[in-house]
């Protein structure tokens, strides 16, 4: 294979395990002989154009295992979305440095990126193998069973929210708790692993997989509410209406646009303060609290899963060894086997680029307010086996002398 140097960039929004990925890819390259130096772009594509790289040659393998273990992107990330021209750009960094191996750890929109390069190096005849290393906590690439990064924030989801439950069991009311998810409610569906008792929360779960119905969601709440005297709600911040609109834009006035044209969703309470005014102000409930997870989900430290952690290694690992033994580029996806263990394969760029997987029916309760038993099967081996487990008071009631009422719980 061509002898030259390896260059490792990181796209999008940073996970809890994304530097497995860079130190997998990293420790892995600087096997090959034909390796001459490993380089380390600085907040993605934007570092790329302006030669902001680190010698990640230099960097002892100690320190790689302790950034390896720590959240969030090492080297910085970006949300620039490329066109073709600043690919271009891109290009003529890649050719002045000698890169021939180029790995962008990020979602969809990285792999598009990574395509776009590509073909233009094959115009100019310029030889570079370029490899997508997959990692999103949406869960939402195609061909892949689920995404690096996904497992993590799928986990302390589901902790949150089991958290959340015993708080509003104590000091019961109704607690809406919105989630990260556009286009796929994958990491919303997670806080159904949580539950333990029959009636713990979230009692209601909404995903943009479904449309979105003001009336039937405060109906829905008011009849969890009139049973068990409180209610717990997961929601997507991607829901939406029958037209497509998404719902907080139909009850915001500013609405905010990211780098690549997309409303701005994260990071604000709009949606949670909509829907609890909504509830405040039709159910005469008093007790209503809203909560957005925003970036809290993605990066937190110390809640891990062991599985995500393991396969976000070795995804980094294999993108270097197709590349660098093969000589092939593509976008490297997961595949599940048997009762839990992974495949990891060779996808072309143009089948992941700028496409987006959504939850599949079967794991979609048909009412569309809960998941199914399929998707708790499907998430529970991803989370690794330390899952908090809550516990409840099981001495019996003391007879009432006075009062024949007991409440509901």
């Not at 090959?32 to 010698?55: C, M, N, S, T, W």
């Not at 409610?185 to 806080?191: P, V």
């Not at 060894?321 to 599940?336: D, E, M, P, V, Y």
């Amino acid at each position: 294979m061509k002898q030259g140097n390896v260059l490792i960039a990181q796209g999008g929004g940073p996970t809890a395990v994304i530097n497995q990925s860079l130190v997998g890819a990293v420790l892995e390259a600087r096997k090959f002989p034909q390796v001459k130096r490993v380089y380390g772009a600085l907040h993605g594509v934007a570092g790329i154009v302006d030669e902001d790289f680190l010698d990640l040659t230099q960097e002892t393998t100690n320190n790689l295992e302790q950034v390896a273990a720590t959240p969030g992107s090492a080297l910085g990330s970006t949300r620039i979305k490329p066109d073709k021209a600043f690919c271009s750009e891109m290009l003529k960094v890649l050719i002045a440095h000698n890169i021939r191996y180029f790995f962008y750890i990020g979602g969809n929109d990285s792999s598009d990126t990574l395509r776009i390069v590509q073909e233009f190096a094959e115009k100019k005849e310029y030889e570079l193998i370029s490899v997508h290393i997959p990692k999103t906590i949406d869960n939402d690439l195609v061909i892949n069973d689920h995404t690096p990064g996904f497992p993590s924030a799928a986990k302390f989801v589901a902790s949150a929210f089991s958290g959340v439950n015993l708080d509003n069991r104590a000091l019961p009311g109704i607690y809406v708790g919105i989630v990260m998810g556009r286009h796929a409610g994958f990491l919303t569906a997670a806080s159904a692993l949580g539950r333990k008792s029959r009636d713990d929360g979230p009692h209601l779960i909404y995903l943009p997989e479904r449309n979105f119905k003001i009336s039937k969601f405060l109906d829905d709440v008011k009849k969890v509410h009139n049973r068990l005297g409180r209610c717990v709600v997961a929601v997507s911040e991607g829901i939406h209406d029958a037209k497509g609109n998404l719902i907080t834009t139909k009850l915001t006035k500013n609405v905010e646009r990211d780098a690549h044209g997309n409303v701005q969703l994260s990071g604000m309470g709009a949606l949670a303060d909509l829907l609890t005014n909504k509830i405040k102000t039709n159910l005469g409930i008093d007790r209503v609290r809203g909560d957005t997870f925003g970036y809290l989900q993605r990066s937190f430290l110390g809640v891990v899963s062991e599985i995500d952690q393991q396969e976000a290694r070795e995804v980094g690992e294999k993108a270097c060894q197709f590349a660098l033994w093969n000589g092939a580029s593509g976008s490297i996806t997961i595949h599940r086997s048997g009762d839990y263990s992974v495949e990891y394969r060779l996808d072309p760029l143009v089948a992941v680029a700028g496409k987006t997987k959504v939850m599949p029916d079967e794991f979609i309760n048909k009412d569309g307010t809960d998941v199914t038993s399929d998707f708790r099967m499907y998430l529970r081996p991803l989370l690794g086996g330390t899952m908090p487990e809550a516990f409840r008071l099981r001495a019996p009631f003391v007879k009432k002398r006075l009062h024949k009422k007991r409440s509901k719980e």
